[in-house]
């Protein structure tokens, strides 16, 4: 029989959480006229039931159905934030609070005279937003490219990236340096996203095979499913259990599981309830 390990902290993160919570108190509370600003997390099965109640995903925030909008975890541009403020209905703010951190912390960086880094992925829409915050001289670094720096400059991180990315990237912008005045370095790091790639890492080196569960479209479990192929176990990252074939876990005697931040303990379970009936 395999034995069956899932990680500590698998599953939602506080910010995740916290806006699904938001997005079902509202659904039972109102019922017509919910969207949220883009899917409220990036997990199409948690989508999928809050659409089944009635709140819907949308882009275009000048539909006239609109009654109430809430603003997904990863938080939304500035400049999108006080279109929507004018539209006179109500807006319901689910941001994820170590977002509006950051996005605070640009904000303040920019108007103090710093030259804002942010370290993340351009394309992610949590970065998108905090962007929006950091002025024009601001630039998101996701690689060795390094651009042209001021004297005064002020470095802040996406949520979701890991530490080790981060180091590496903020000693190449240090030594990228001649001549400054002042560089202030604030940690914007989720803590939940930290301490879950370091309980991910120490299962996936104790077992034969790993599970890596979460949405496809989710930059921090495809970061999971990249570190454990990093290590060198076998990995599969998958949305849900129907996903999962049998041939995966012949002569596999230890399976490790991990979820991302976005993924719901309902999916984990019926991964789980799977692998013990194959």
Partial sequence: MQKIVLVEGAGFCFGVKRAIDIAFDVAQKHKEGVFTLGPIIHNPQVVEKLKD????????????????????AHGIPKEKFEKIKNLGIEIIDATCPFVKKAQSIAEKLTSEGYQVLIIGDKEHPEVKGIFSYAGEKASVISSDEIPALNKKIGIIEQT????????????????????????????????????????TEKVAKEVDLMIVVGG????????LANLCKKIGVTTYHIEDAKEIDKSWIKSVKKIGITAGA???????DEVIEKLKCL
Avoid at 175 to 181: D, T
Avoid at 263 to 268: C, D, N, R, S
């Fill in 160 to 199: 979701t990236q890991p530490m080790s990315k981060v180091k590496e990237i903020m000693n190449k912008i240090i030594n990228s340096l001649n001549e400054f005045e002042e560089i202030r370095i604030f940690n914007t790091l989720c803590n939940f996203t930290s301490k879950r790639l370091q309980a």
């Fill in 216 to 223: 496809k479209n989710s930059a921090n479990t495809t970061q």
């Fill in 53 to 72: 109640l009635g709140v819907n995903p949308i882009e275009d925030i000048d539909n006239k159905n609109i009654k109430t909008l809430i603003i997904r």
């Fill in 262 to 268: 976005s993924t719901p303990q309902w999916i984990i």
